[in-house]
Nanobody, 124 residues
Framework: QVQLVESGGGLVQAGGSLRLSCAVS????????MGWFRQAPGKEREFVAD????????AYVDSVKGRFTISRDNAKNTLYLQMNSLKPEDTAVYYC?????????????????WGQGTQVTVSS
């Protein structure tokens, strides 16, 4: 059974930074693309960023480009999301997820395992 556990969320002022981590169990972490999504109250879960198995290719939603950086350490089975210049509209529960292969990585349907989420709150 694959488990994903996010950490690093919290309360931060606008303009501040946070680094989210996602620890993944199992020995096949390095074989899969991974993604970060977020969900604000009353809104659908939305794509934030994805990264291929090796870390050589990444993609971001337009609203976070230039502010967020997704990365991974396959030796540590860990996915990261560095978030800088945070804005109140970034407030949401952030989820990491594993993509088993194929599919469009901006769609939640392309992911099979999800973490429980970590709350990020940005005050103005």
């Amino acid at each position: 059974q694959v488990q994903l556990v996010e950490s690093g969320g919290g309360l931060v002022q606008a303009g501040g930074s946070l680094r989210l981590s996602c620890a993944v169990s199992g020995r096949t972490f390095g074989s899969y693309a991974m993604g970060w999504f977020r969900q604000a109250p009353g809104k659908e879960r939305e794509f934030v960023a994805d990264i291929n198995w090796s870390g050589s290719s990444t993609a971001y939603v337009d609203s976070v480009k230039g502010r967020f950086t997704i990365s991974r350490d396959n030796a540590k089975n860990t996915l990261y999301l560095q978030m800088n210049s945070l804005k109140p509209e970034d407030t949401a529960v952030y989820y990491c997820a594993r993509a088993p292969g194929g599919g469009i990585l901006t769609s939640t349907r392309s992911y099979d395992y999800w973490g429980q989420g970590t709350q990020v709150t940005v005050s103005s």
